[in-house]
């Protein structure tokens, strides 16, 4: 991808090197803690979704109507509050792989915005978390085997930079594009939440089984996918022209072919079980991957309309 001159976000933050004790256990949010739960903590899909206890406290409202970015309506928002100044450069600069991950959040950041504009929408921006190895989330702790995943209680993303490596060895899905694909992804669920979105599907979860729990849980996350396509498909570089170079399209592919649930299912166990998918097939990711990067609309992004996915 051509961001090697891009800026970088002032939205993050840092808890490499320091020390959280105390195992697991998942953080609260305040008063209305327990009151709205079960919303999703989206993790990029290395293994099943995590759904938790999660609570929101200082909520705002946000939004309007769902538009063509959303299947619901507005929904609450606790704002994160942005890092900004030197703690953010600091935390960029730290090794090539921050620092691409902070080009690639500036850039869905200035993407995501010039869509939203053309909407008559302002876009709020997720904040971002580096950690490495264990840290905290208002979702609870943060352990780099979840993978990347983003807490809708305090709107922010995590990542430990070591799952590049991860991603690269484990999954065979080297490259820029591939890396780039984890962070819009997850910002992805940003914009569902922002949307309404998540609410939505949390309520629908709550009223169905364990397996049309699973359907609706792929759906949120193929439309995750399909909205990491649109930002690839607009991203543009510091001159102002496309940010994707030939073969970034079949590293997002392949990465979204070694991350697919009955790609992972047949290397844990042998076997493929449908009704268990959390996160979509092989081919199904890759779908909806294509989908977005070959529109560019956001409003061709609608898992939740469509008959079958």
């Avoid at 959040?105 to 915005?113: F, H, M, P, S, V």
């Avoid at 060895?169 to 819009?184: E, H, K, L, S, T």
């Amino acid at each position: 991808m051509r961001l090697d001159d891009y800026r970088t976000s002032d939205n993050v933050s840092d808890q490499r090197g320091q020390s959280f004790g105390g195992g697991g256990g998942f953080g609260g949010g305040g008063g209305l803690f327990g009151l709205l739960f079960g919303l999703v903590l989206s993790r990029f899909g290395i293994g099943g979704v995590l759904i938790l206890a999660l609570g929101y406290c200082a909520l705002t409202t946000v939004g309007g109507g769902g538009g063509s970015l959303g299947v619901g309506g507005g929904t609450a928002v606790a704002p994160h509050q942005a890092q900004g100044g030197s703690n953010a450069q600091e935390s960029c600069a730290l090794d090539a792989a921050s620092r691409f991950s902070c080009q690639v959040l500036a850039n869905t950041e200035d993407t995501w915005a010039r869509i939203f504009q053309a909407e008559g929408k302002r876009y709020q921006p997720a904040g971002f978390v580096f950690y490495g190895g264990q840290g905290r989330s208002g979702c609870g702790a943060a352990q780099s085997a979840m993978g990347p995943f983003y807490c809708p209680t305090d709107n922010r993303i995590y990542l430990d930079t070591s799952f590049y490596q991860e991603l690269q060895n484990r999954f065979g899905a080297a490259g820029d594009f591939a890396q780039a694909y984890v962070i819009a992804h997850e910002v992805g669920h940003h914009l569902q939440f922002l949307t309404g979105v998540l609410e939505q599907a949390n309520r629908q979860q709550q009223r169905a089984s364990s397996r049309e729990g699973n359907a609706i849980q792929v759906r949120v996350e193929l439309q995750a996918d399909c909205y990491a396509g649109v930002w690839a498909a607009n991203a543009k570089d510091a001159q102002g022209r496309a940010a994707l170079e030939p073969g970034d399209i079949e590293e997002g592919l392949r990465a979204a072919r070694a991350i697919g649930d009955d790609t992972l299912q047949r290397q844990a166990q042998g076997r493929v079980v449908p009704e268990a998918f959390t996160h979509g097939s092989a081919e199904q990711r890759q779908r909806w991957l294509r989908r977005g990067l070959e529109s560019g609309d956001p409003a061709s992004c609608d898992t939740f309309s469509a008959a079958s996915v």
